[in-house]
């Protein structure tokens, strides 16, 4: 009975924590065909291979929270993965965010131009002020 129990309680909670995962696209150019047949704004995020307390920020204020939850379907979501700086995705990055650290988070046109401010000061007011920003802008 216990491992019943213990069996239908892991499901159930990696059935939730399955739902609060975005799927990320990784090709830009695929993003930005979608962004124009479905007419809504891309969501890039610049990413490194390193943990630190700004993706710690970001994911419990940002994409754990509830207003991120209602405006992730009418953005596009685009992961840049700047780890390798030989690759193209390290330049995309720069012009999105203009930084050349990770994390970031800008939101795009399907011209790939950056609307507004760059989210790359990773706090809990600007987290705030990103998310307000979004959602005026979708």
Same mark, same amino acid.
């Given at each position: 009975?216990?491992?019943?129990?213990?069996?239908?309680?892991?499901?159930?909670?990696?059935?939730?924590?399955?739902?609060?995962?975005?799927?990320?696209?990784?090709?830009?150019?695929?993003?930005?065909?979608?962004?124009?047949?479905? $007419?809504?704004?891309?969501?890039?995020?610049?990413?490194?291979?390193?943990?630190?307390?700004?993706?710690?920020?970001?994911?419990?204020?940002?994409?754990? #929270?509830?207003?991120?939850?209602?405006?992730?379907?009418?953005?596009?979501?685009?992961?840049?993965?700047? #780890?390798?700086?030989?690759?193209?995705?390290?330049?995309? $990055?720069?012009?999105? %965010?203009?930084?050349? %650290?990770?994390? $970031?988070?800008?939101?795009?046109?399907?011209?790939?131009?950056?609307? $507004?401010?760059?989210?790359?000061?990773?706090?809990?007011?600007?987290?705030?002020?990103?998310?307000?920003?979004?959602?005026?802008?979708?």
């Amino acid at each position: 009975m216990k491992k019943l129990i213990f069996i239908f309680l892991f499901a159930v909670t990696f059935q939730v924590s399955a739902q609060d995962q975005t799927t990320w696209i990784t090709d830009y150019k695929e993003a930005l065909k979608m962004s124009e047949a479905q $007419g809504k704004p891309i969501l890039a995020f610049v990413v490194n291979n390193e943990g630190s307390e700004a993706m710690t920020l970001l994911k419990d204020l940002f994409f754990l #929270s509830d207003d991120y939850k209602k405006l992730s379907s009418k953005v596009i979501p685009l992961k840049v993965d700047i #780890s390798d700086q030989q690759s193209y995705n390290v330049r995309l $990055g720069i012009h999105y %965010t203009k930084k050349r %650290t990770a994390p $970031g988070l800008a939101l795009v046109d399907k011209y790939s131009r950056t609307i $507004g401010k760059p989210l790359v000061i990773i706090n809990s007011e600007n987290i705030a002020a990103f998310l307000s920003f979004i959602n005026s802008k979708i």
